[in-house]
């Protein structure tokens, strides 16, 4: 049996164990300065001294470096009856050698200074219930070449030393403090007599290590990595858990990566099937459209696809509301841009007009007349063409002579440039990508085109509120700055702060920050900033960072940093998080979308 014994253990100590499989292959420890382990060089520094007052964080410049080390950081309890009766002693002492002793002593000041010290420490223990603490830091700086762990110490020996503390290098102690690095609590006796420093327990809020702006959602695609320290950051918008609503600002110059970012973000959010509606007005999101397969409408005077403004959907009732009354709100908001803005008399003509209009076609404020039978005698939802159009709205106005204003305005729509307007919808939505391509139109016909899609847009996302979805608003600024009016204004807010109970996302996209807040004195620029949880804000001219900063929660650091961003980088405001990021992608993203 014992022989038995022998060969099983024999056995077993030929078999590699988890030691086996972490342990390096090499350990040089010959050089006092570092040691290297798998041709990876370590180096240590300890933390010897520190400011006698600091009232900021200690190690928040240090985190927030992109350089690659361990820290560790010890904190040993003390006895409070015997730290308070040695304190009691060492006082005694100290002051009669400061009333009776040689004042022209070298060291009269430091034992004065040691006196006062003690005092304090033992009053804050006495009276404020204050413990004592032994505090070691140690650093471990890790590189791939002795060049460059020189360089990362000497950076790191810098930053330490502006923020007061006073740092030596571990040299003949690499082995020790490298042991003191690892997740171990194993504090070396060899670097303990070096780096001991003794701090009050209210002090150690400042020793407090987990302070870089991080930002990792579980479900969250990623964005881009921090520029202080490398970290990923990977946010998912519609946790609602987390983020009040899925709205997002997206504000730059030109050229400074405000579209790539965004097209970025349809790229990846479409791996997750979310439905993405984007109006399109510089034709920037065509090639991503297409590369996903998704929908990309052209839509102008030379385009053969048509949408008909009087459509009224299935989908677009409001809550609380009927299909008439809700189609008339949305009209008015489409003809307050044709019309300028009009006096309570117009409006009441307006929507006269409108109402017979929609009687002439059957259609009424009874929501069963928006039905009728198929040829099976099943009850279905009315079609575009048996909608009016424009043209049947043009001769109901033709009757009225008090309406003559409306006719010359309309005319151009109905025999002019704009006739492309005047035509039932021939085109099919059903795919969870589409892009409106506005590009054709004319400057002042452009709102029209963009009012027209965010009206159809919005009726989709308002369809299934389980489903995620999302509506990008390049150029927002066309829509809720001076060129257009307060009906629409309102509507575009409305859209921002209602869109989350339909589960969806709005996105502004813009790099005329100074006409997002032309229109009311910046009144709905201002709702739509408010009622975003996240905002990107890439390089701006100082002009548009000073108009910003009126209505963010911008710092005077931040608006230095907004102005030097380089391209592909931005400032962003998730949730309370302020952080700096680099955006990243792949080579195939960058093909896809470049």
């Not at 410049?61 to 950081?73: A, D, G, K, Q, Y």
């Not at 290590?209 to 579980?218: A, G, L, R, T």
Request: include cysteine; hydrophobic fraction near 35%.
């Amino acid at each position: 049996m014992k022989k038995e014994s022998d060969t099983i253990e024999d056995f077993y100590k030929g078999i590699l164990n988890i030691k086996d499989k972490i342990a390096p292959s090499y350990v040089n420890n010959r050089n006092p300065k570092f040691l290297e382990i798998d041709g990876i060089y370590y180096a240590g520094i300890l933390v010897i001294d520190y400011y006698r007052e600091y009232s900021e964080i200690l190690l928040k410049n240090l985190i927030n470096t992109n350089i690659n080390m361990n820290i560790s950081i010890f904190y040993e309890k003390q006895d409070t009856y015997k730290t308070i009766k040695d304190l009691t002693y060492f006082i005694g002492n100290v002051g009669v050698d400061l009333k009776f002793g040689n004042q022209n002593r070298e060291d009269i000041d430091i034992a004065a200074y040691s006196y006062n010290d003690a005092k304090y420490i033992r009053k804050e223990m006495q009276v404020n219930n204050e413990e004592l603490y032994f505090l070691y830091i140690y650093l471990i700086v890790i590189s791939e070449s002795e060049m460059d762990l020189e360089r990362n110490l000497n950076k790191i020996e810098g930053i330490l030393g502006s923020n007061g503390m006073m740092t030596r290098k571990a040299n003949f102690r690499q082995e020790q403090i490298y042991r003191s690095c690892l997740p171990l609590m194993n504090n070396e006796n060899d670097l303990k007599e070096i780096s001991r420093r003794n701090i009050l327990s209210n002090g150690l809020v400042a020793t407090y290590p987990f302070v870089s702006s991080n930002m990792y959602d579980e479900n969250g695609i990623f964005i881009g990595t921090n520029i202080y320290n490398n970290s990923m950051i990977l946010v998912d918008r519609f946790n609602k858990e987390k983020y009040k609503n899925a709205n997002m600002c997206i504000f730059g110059t030109s050229g400074a990566g405000k579209s790539f970012y965004t097209k970025l973000l349809i790229l990846r959010y479409r791996l997750f099937g979310i439905s993405q509606y984007i109006i399109d007005p510089e034709r920037e999101y065509g090639k991503v459209c297409e590369s996903l397969g998704g929908i990309n409408i052209k839509f102008g005077p030379t385009s053969k696809c048509f949408i008909n403004v009087f459509d009224i959907r299935e989908d677009s009732i409001e809550d609380d509301s009927g299909f008439l009354t809700t189609k008339i709100s949305k009209l008015r908001g489409f003809f307050s841009l044709v019309f300028g803005e009009l006096d309570e008399e117009m409006v009441a003509i307006l929507e006269e007009k409108l109402i017979e209009t929609y009687k002439e076609k059957n259609i009424t404020f009874d929501d069963n007349s928006l039905y009728k039978r198929n040829e099976n005698g099943d009850k279905v939802f009315k079609d575009s063409l048996d909608m009016p159009i424009l043209q049947d709205f043009y001769k109901i106005i033709e009757k009225d002579n008090e309406a003559e204003f409306f006719k010359r305005k309309l005319y151009p729509f109905i025999y002019g440039s704009l006739k492309f307007l005047n035509n039932y919808t021939n085109i099919e939505l059903e795919n969870k990508l589409i892009v409106a391509d506005i590009y054709e139109l004319e400057e002042e016909s452009l709102k029209y085109g963009m009012y027209i899609f965010v009206d159809m847009f919005w009726d989709k996302v308002k369809k299934n509120r389980e489903e995620n979805k999302a509506i990008y608003l390049d150029e927002i600024w066309r829509l809720i700055g001076i060129t257009s009016n307060k009906f629409v204004a309102s509507f575009i807010y409305k859209i921002f702060k209602t869109i989350r109970k339909y589960g969806g996302s709005a996105v502004a996209i813009t790099q005329d920050v100074s006409d997002l807040f032309s229109l009311e004195n910046g009144t709905y620029g201002k709702s739509i900033l408010n009622n975003s949880s996240i905002k990107s804000f890439f390089s701006l001219e100082e002009e548009n960072i000073l108009i910003l900063e009126k209505y963010a929660n911008i710092s005077e650091k931040e608006k230095i940093e907004i102005k030097s961003l380089k391209r592909g980088e931005s400032l962003m405001f998730i949730g309370d998080n302020h952080v700096l990021v680099k955006i990243e992608c792949s080579n195939d993203e960058k093909e896809m979308i470049s």
